[in-house]
């Protein structure tokens, strides 16, 4: 599975109330990969796709310092501005099929920018933390995007 196929699970199932844009550039770092406008908040997504490992979630293409920056200021709870880390997971065994979503709040996004693996947080940790959400479908996903979270 790749962001591309990410990106396209998310446009098939996407509800006419959510308006997403896929965004490229290379004049800056950082920029999230994705700007949506939502029924209750607009914001940004960065995409990854991750495989659960033995004690840690492997992530295609690890999350940049400057991604995380990113996430960061463009996330304000005083107005409606929501940007998220969207992990979509799949087995090992079943590469093919998204097996659960990871909806990330800016702050889990900093901590997996660790340049160090040894401090980024456990599977477990991640899990158990306030930080994400798991999510089973995309409708799932995109209705707690479309809602602010």
Request: with cysteine; proline share 5%.
């Amino acid at each position: 599975m790749t962001e591309q196929g990410l990106w396209s699970t998310l446009t098939r199932h996407c509800p006419n109330e959510l308006r997403m844009n896929r965004i490229e550039t290379g004049i800056m770092l950082g920029v999230s990969d994705i700007e949506y406008v939502g029924a209750k908040a607009n914001g940004w997504l960065e995409l990854k796709v991750g495989v659960i490992g033995h004690t840690h979630l492997r992530l295609g293409h690890e999350v940049t310092r400057e991604q995380a920056i990113w996430l960061l200021e463009h996330n304000r709870r005083t107005i409606p501005l929501r940007s998220w880390l969207l992990v979509g997971i799949h087995a090992p065994c079943a590469p093919r099929r998204w097996q659960q979503f990871l909806l990330g709040t800016p702050s889990m996004a900093a901590l997996l920018a660790m340049p160090k693996p040894k401090d980024r947080p456990t599977w477990a940790e991640l899990r158990g933390s306030k930080l994400v959400r798991l999510y089973r479908t995309t409708s799932e996903v995109l209705q707690a995007i479309n809602q602010g979270g």
